[in-house]
């Protein structure tokens, strides 16, 4: 299958900094990226879609000033969590899709934790 | 309001035997479903998948099964394998409409015996 890549895969940081996380697809083009959150032994949780080069769509219940996505490019996109706080300490996972394919392949996850 | 629904959320089965993992949805506008596994602090790794055209879709030792008229579909896993041991996420989307998202059940956990 198709290779998405999700970076870093676990990161420490202070309450009260951002982290950015990123996602790449290696060997297709994605025009659809979507963000989801895990908490422990829970499902997956969409947090938002973006499409290449709009505003990404996000879901009822998530901050988008507070999750910042960016979906600059068919290949990256970017899940920014400002001012964390130990609350948003979670797992989050992207996928991608591309244009007339179906399946949505998933990063490795990001394991955020706010101290 | 929950859309993809897995109600089993363990499943133990002897190794060599089938496993059936079941998923049930509510939105009739779905009309593509997914399987995925996952191992704890993975990604997910796709499966198999199936459209609303079909009732069955099969690969190697999965096939999904689809009843649109229940809103029901199952994953069958025949033989099991200790390795098949991961949470089995089910997954649908609605791609003839602008709800382009993929939605998650909430998983079964498959645990296969030797």
């Known amino acids: 299958g198709a290779v998405v890549s999700q970076h870093p895969s676990w990161v420490i940081c202070k309450s009260g900094t951002s982290v950015k996380i990123e996602c790449r697809s290696l060997?297709?083009?994605?025009?659809?990226m979507f963000w989801y959150r895990q908490f422990p032994k829970q499902s997956l949780m969409l947090m938002a879609t973006?499409?290449?080069?709009?505003?990404?769509?996000?879901e009822q219940g998530v901050e988008k000033d507070k999750f910042l996505i960016n979906h600059a490019s068919l290949t990256l996109s970017t899940l920014t969590v400002t001012s964390a706080h130990p609350e948003d300490s979670s797992f989050y996972i992207c996928?991608?899709?591309?244009?007339?394919?179906?399946?949505?392949?998933f990063g490795q996850g990001t394991r955020l934790t706010v101290v | 309001d929950q859309q993809v629904k897995q109600n089993s959320p363990s499943l133990s089965v002897q190794e060599g035997r089938i496993s059936i993992l079941n998923c049930d949805y509510t939105?009739?506008?779905?009309?593509?479903f997914l399987w995925y596994k996952k191992y704890p602090a993975e990604g997910p790794t796709f499966l198999i998948s199936?459209?609303?055209?079909?009732d069955k879709n099969e690969d190697g030792r999965f096939t999904v099964f689809l009843n649109k008229s229940a809103k029901h579909l199952s994953l069958h896993i025949v033989p099991s394998q200790p390795g098949d041991s991961a949470v089995y996420f089910c997954?649908?989307?609605?791609?003839?409409?602008?709800?382009?998202?993929?939605?998650f059940g909430p998983g079964t956990s498959l645990s296969v015996i030797p």
């Open positions: 996928s991608a899709r591309e244009g007339g394919y179906t399946e949505a392949f």
């Open positions: 060997d297709f083009q994605a025009t659809t």
């Open positions: 973006s499409n290449e080069g709009s505003k990404a769509t996000y």
């Open positions: 939105n009739s506008m779905f009309d593509y």
């Open positions: 199936i459209s609303s055209i079909k």
């Open positions: 997954a649908a989307s609605a791609l003839r409409t602008s709800y382009d998202k993929v939605i």
